[in-house]
C-alpha cells in the first residue's frame, strides 16, 4: 500500500448562495450548500469536550521507518516522520460533524469573488510562531511557492494558481488563471504554512538551511505541539506547546488534549501488534481482518483493560485495488486487464483469511452516494453522451460488476472467461506458459511491502498460474515500496485511493492524464483517456450538487469499464483496539471516525484501573 505524509488532497466544492462580485464578503466558514452550520463567533464546534482536561502520554504505532523533519520534499527524498502534521497549521481547518465545512485557523476569515478567480486570506493578528514571531504574509506565499517548486503533487495541484501576493499588512491574495473552479479557494485554505525566517536562517552547527532538501533538524512550527525528541527512524515525541497562540480559538477548543504524542516506529506489523499487547502501545487502527477477529484474544482484553471499538465512515469511499502499470504494454489491453479481475479469488480470501469481514469495492467512491450503480439515466446519462465517442460503448449497456468467484464452478467459469480474453488479445497457451505471437510470455510480478500480504498474494498468484501467467510475488521493505511506486517501477501494486463527499480538483491527479507521467503522482495506472479527463473538468466546473453527483458517478462508470484495476476488499468501519485510560465525547462527529487522538483526553480514573497511568 502507497503510504504518504502529504496533507490530504481531497477538497470540498464551495456553493454559496450568490453575492455581487465586487462585495467579495469576508467569510468566517464556508459550506457545501447555503450557509456553514457554526455562524460567526460560534464558541466550540458541538462533538468536542470544550472541558476536556490537559494532560497524559498517547503511544502511538508506526510502521517503518522515518529519516527527515522536511514536509516540503515529502513526496520526493526521504521518510518524513508521521506526526509532523501536529506542529503546522494550515489556513483554514475543518469540521467533522459537517460533510464539507471549513472555517478560519491561521486566518481569521477569507473572501472571493463570484467567479471564483481568487481568494484573498486575513490573518489572525494573534498567531505565533513557537519562537515567539508572528506569521505573516511572507510566510503563506514562502510556503506555497515552496511546495510548489519542490513537490511534484504541490505543483500539480497549484497548477491553476498564477500568482501570490501579498495586498495588506495582514492578508494575502491567490489569483487563479481560470474561472468556475469553485474548490479552488478552499484547496488554498489547506495550505500548510512553513516559517520563512526560520528555512531561510541558519542552524545551529551554522549550516544554512535548504528547503530543498531533507534534514533531521528539529524543525519550528506555530501549531499546538513542538518536537520534544527523537531517535532517528525509531521514534518521536511531540510535547504539547503549554503557551500556545491557538489554544482558546474555536475551532481548536476541546482538541489538541495530550501532553505528549509519541509515535514509536516498527519494521514489521506482527511485532507492532505485540508491542501493543505488552503494552508499549496505547492505540491502533487494526487492518488485519485476522488480527481483529482473532489477534486480541488476550488478559488485558478479557479483564476489560483493552477495549475494542468500531466508528463507521461515513465521509469517506474507498477503491483499494490492484494496480495494473499500463506504462507497460501488457497491461494496455482492457481484455487483459479483466482477465487479471476474473481470476482475483475474492470470495475464497474473505472466508478463510478475512473472517467474513470484508467487502469488495464495486465503486472508485465505494460506500457514498457518488457510486454508479444500475444502467446511467437523468443528468449522468446526459453527460455521459456529450461524450460517447470517447468512452467504453459498454457504459451505456452494462453495469459493472466484480466477478464472483464463490464455488468451484463459478472459478471454472470465470477462468475460461479469462481464457477467452486472453486469447482475444493475442496471448496462447503454449507448454503451460501464456506467450503471443512473438514468443514472449505474459508475467506478472505482485509488488508487496509486508511479509503479511503474501499469504492473500500466494493464492492470487496459484490463480493466475493456472492461466499460464508466469507470476512472482516481490516482497521489499516500506522504503523500496514507495520509491518504486513514485518511479512507476511496477508491473501489479496496491493502490488506494480516498474519495471525499465532494470530488474535484484531487480527481486530476489520480486520473488526469498529467499526472500519467508524473512521478510521484497518485495515477498509478498511467491512465491517460480523454473521456477521462473531459469527466474530471465537468466535476470541477459543476455548477450545483446535482451536476457534481451526476459527473461523479459517470466518472466511476467509465473508470470501472475500462478495468483499469482489480478490486481488492475494504471495510466500511475503523477498527481500533486502546488500552483502556482515555476517553471520547458521548456523541461523535459523523464524519470523523474514531478522531482519535484529536478529540480524546486522557482519563485518570481509567488509567488507575488499567495500570501503569501515562
Keep these: 500500500m502507497i503510504r504518504t505524509l502529504l496533507p490530504s488532497l481531497l477538497a470540498a466544492c464551495l456553493v454559496f448562495t450568490p453575492v455581487a462580485a465586487q462585495e467579495a464578503p469576508w467569510r468566517h466558514g464556508s459550506a457545501l450548500l447555503d450557509e456553514p452550520k457554526y455562524p460567526q463567533g460560534f464558541s466550540h464546534f458541538?462533538?468536542?469536550?470544550?472541558?476536556?482536561?490537559?494532560?497524559?502520554?498517547?503511544?502511538?504505532?508506526?510502521?517503518?521507518?522515518?529519516?527527515s523533519f522536511n514536509i516540503v520534499v515529502?513526496?520526493?527524498k526521504g521518510s518524513p516522520e508521521q506526526g509532523l502534521g501536529l506542529i503546522y497549521e494550515t489556513l483554514t481547518t475543518s469540521a467533522l460533524d459537517e460533510a464539507n465545512a471549513s472555517y478560519g485557523l491561521l486566518a481569521e476569515s477569507f473572501s472571493?469573488?463570484?467567479d471564483y478567480s481568487s481568494v484573498s486570506f486575513r490573518l489572525r493578528p494573534e498567531a505565533r510562531w513557537h519562537d515567539g514571531k508572528p506569521v505573516t504574509t511572507d510566510d503563506v506565499i514562502f510556503s506555497f511557492e515552496s511546495l510548489k517548486a519542490n513537490s511534484p503533487t504541490y505543483a500539480f495541484y497549484y497548477a491553476n494558481v498564477s500568482k501570490a501576493e501579498k495586498v495588506g499588512e495582514r492578508e494575502v491574495k491567490f489569483t487563479f488563471d481560470e474561472k468556475g473552479n469553485r474548490e479552488l479557494p478552499q484547496i488554498m485554505g489547506q495550505l500548510m504554512v512553513l516559517p520563512k525566517h526560520w528555512w531561510e536562517g541558519t542552524a545551529p552547527d551554522g549550516r544554512k538551511r535548504d528547503v530543498t532538501q531533507t534534514t533531521l533538524e528539529p524543525p519550528l512550527g506555530s501549531g499546538p505541539y513542538r518536537l520534544k525528541s527523537f531517535d532517528t527512524g525509531r521514534n518521536a515525541s511531540y510535547e504539547r506547546v503549554k503557551d500556545y497562540w491557538g489554544e482558546k480559538i474555536n475551532v481548536n477548543v476541546g482538541q489538541n488534549n495530550f501532553d505528549e504524542i509519541r509515535y514509536e516506529y516498527y519494521r514489521d506489523a506482527t511485532v507492532l501488534l505485540e508491542a501493543f499487547k505488552s503494552d508499549r502501545l496505547d492505540f491502533r487502527t487494526e487492518n488485519s481482518a485476522r488480527n481483529w477477529a482473532a489477534g486480541y484474544d488476550f488478559p488485558a482484553r478479557q479483564e476489560g483493560r483493552v477495549i475494542l471499538e468500531e466508528f463507521p465512515f461515513r465521509a469517506t469511499g474507498v477503491m483499494q485495488a490492484f494496480v495494473l502499470n499500463m506504462r507497460r504494454d501488457k497491461f494496455k489491453d482492457q481484455r487483459v486487464r479483466r482477465a487479471f479481475n476474473l481470476a482475483f479469488p475474492f470470495e475464497e480470501l474473505n472466508k478463510t483469511i478475512f473472517y467474513g469481514l470484508y467487502e469488495r469495492p464495486s465503486s472508485y467512491f465505494y460506500g457514498l452516494d457518488l457510486a454508479s450503480s444500475g444502467l446511467p439515466e437523468g443528468q449522468e446519462l446526459k453527460i455521459l453522451e456529450s461524450i460517447r465517442d470517447k468512452i467504453p460503448a459498454s457504459v451505456f449497456t452494462t453495469p459493472y460488476k466484480n466477478p464472483i468467484n464463490d464455488s468451484p464452478e463459478t472459478v471454472r467459469n470465470n477462468l475460461r472467461e479469462a481464457d477467452r480474453l486472453l486469447k482475444e488479445a493475442g496471448w496462447e497457451v503454449k507448454n503451460g506458459r501464456r506467450v503471443n505471437a512473438k514468443g514472449e510470455v505474459l508475467s506478472a510480478e505482485l509488488l508487496s511491502s509486508s511479509p503479511n500480504e503474501e499469504r492473500v498474494f500466494l493464492p492470487y498468484k496459484a490463480s493466475l498460474d493456472r492461466l499460464g501467467i508466469a507470476t512472482t510475488v516481490r516482497t521489499v521493505d516500506d522504503v523500496q515500496y514507495t520509491n518504486r511506486a513514485r518511479a512507476f517501477d511496477f508491473d501489479v501494486a496496491t493502490g488506494l485511493w480516498p474519495q471525499s463527499l465532494s470530488p474535484g480538483n484531487e480527481q486530476r491527479e489520480f486520473w488526469g492524464s498529467q499526472a500519467a507521467t508524473r512521478e510521484g503522482s497518485r495515477n498509478l495506472p498511467g491512465i491517460a483517456d480523454p473521456g477521462i479527463d473531459a469527466l474530471i473538468d465537468k466535476i470541477i466546473f459543476?455548477?450545483?450538487r446535482n451536476d457534481l453527483v451526476a459527473a461523479t458517478k459517470a466518472l466511476d462508470r467509465v473508470l470501472l469499464a475500462h478495468d483499469y484495476v482489480v478490486p481488492q476488499w475494504t471495510s466500511l468501519k475503523q477498527r481500533t483496539a486502546r488500552w483502556n485510560r482515555y476517553s471520547h465525547p458521548e456523541?461523535?462527529?459523523?464524519y470523523g471516525g474514531a478522531a482519535f487522538p484529536t478529540i480524546w483526553w486522557y482519563d485518570e480514573a481509567k488509567a488507575a484501573k488499567t495500570g501503569a497511568p501515562r
Excluded at 52 to 63: D, F, N, Q, T
Excluded at 587 to 590: E, G, I, K
Design 46 to 67: 458541538d462533538y468536542v469536550n470544550p472541558n476536556a482536561p490537559k494532560g497524559g502520554l498517547v503511544r502511538l504505532g508506526a510502521l517503518g521507518t522515518f529519516d
Design 74 to 76: 515529502a513526496g520526493v
Design 112 to 114: 472571493y469573488p463570484e
Design 542 to 544: 459543476a455548477k450545483d
Design 587 to 590: 456523541a461523535m462527529p459523523r
